[in-house]
């Protein structure tokens, strides 16, 4: 069975500046991947290219096995797509820029009150509907933007930025809604917002300069960390640099930095510099403030990948 988004050594060039260069990829319904980069990486170029805004210096995007360029029209049926900001016409109201939209889709009579119905529904909007666009919080702005974007029920959606300048309950909502369609779709999420990737994507892609660094599940990116299963602790007797001292005279380990107020542990046997770290802290009688096992930092997995890029 095709994949129903393919991207084939997918380049673009402006004169001499390579934006993207030889991208290949594939996405079927139940992904949602968090294409991520830094300013400058060749996010939204790519956004602009898969959608049919711009066209690739070289590759090609095959949609549901169907070469989007070539077939242009039928390939959107297939795609909804919100861009940066989620652009709208503010002077509307939002009745009737989804209305605007749904006919723009296509959608004929006989089922375009239960095409509304369902988006009104899906992203409650039923109390702002004849307000003015302009006069709407930016929470219900980017509501309005995925509306039209899932109006007439895509397989694939491409949203850039979708949370970029939401506060965190705006943020919350937009991502339960992305997760719960996720579940019938193929999404992409360009984003520079890191935890957006922990928070909704089970795929995660990491482009700098045009080009593809890592394409791997957000949980295998967080092992790349230096502090996957590192142990954090502190104790109420020792600061941070006298514990350290006092571990590496009792040669528990020779593996442990000072991190955020905390001695942290690196080692491969962990399971050994457990039993060691336990019978170390009873023999002395210390009382424990913190102990944990740190899960990764995506951050720093992000800026060692993208760091000389």
């Known amino acids: 069975m095709s994949k ?3 991207i084939n050594t997918l380049s673009k060039s402006f004169g001499l500046l390579k934006a993207v260069e030889n991208l290949s990829f594939s996405l079927d319904r139940g992904e949602i991947l968090g294409f991520l980069g830094p300013n400058g990486a060749g996010k939204t170029t790519t956004m602009r290219m ?12 095959l949609v549901k096995n169907c070469n ?16 940066e900001g989620s652009p709208l016409y503010q002077e509307m109201s939002a009745i009737d820029f989804l209305k605007f939209s749904a006919k723009i889709r296509r959608i004929n009579n006989a089922n375009l009150d239960k095409a509304l119905n369902k988006v009104i529904e899906l992203l409650n909007l039923k109390n702002v509907l004849f307000q003015k666009i302009e006069t709407l919080s930016k929470g219900y702005k980017r509501r309005i933007g995925l509306a039209q974007a899932i109006i007439h029920d895509p397989d694939i959606l491409i949203l850039d930025e979708p949370t970029d300048g939401l506060d965190p309950n705006q943020k ?6 992305i997760r719960k369609l996720g579940k019938q779709k193929a999404i992409i999420i360009s984003t520079h917002i890191l935890e957006e ?3 909704i994507c089970n795929r995660a892609m990491i482009i700098a300069k045009g080009k593809l660094l890592l394409d791997e599940k957000p949980n295998n990116l967080l092992k790349k960390s230096d502090t996957y299963n590192s142990i954090f602790i502190s104790i109420e007797e020792k ?9 590496l005279n009792n040669k528990i380990t020779n593996e442990i930095e000072i991190m955020h107020n905390f001695c942290v542990i690196k ?7 457990k039993n060691k770290l336990n019978d170390f802290i009873k023999k002395n009688k210390f009382t424990i403030n913190h102990y944990s096992i740190g899960n990764g930092n995506l951050e720093e997995v992000f800026r060692k990948l993208t760091a000389d890029e």
């Open 239 to 247: 600061k941070p640099v006298e514990l350290k001292q006092a571990l």
């Open 267 to 273: 080692e491969k046997k962990m399971n050994l510099i």
């Open 68 to 83: 989007l360029f070539e077939n242009l029209e039928y390939c959107r049926k297939y795609m909804g797509y919100v861009p």
């Open 50 to 61: 898969l959608t049919g805004f711009i066209k690739p210096s070289n590759g090609e995007i």
């Open 197 to 199: 990737v922990t928070a």
């Open 172 to 177: 919350n909502d937009v991502r339960k809604l």
């Open 4 to 6: 129903l988004l393919k």
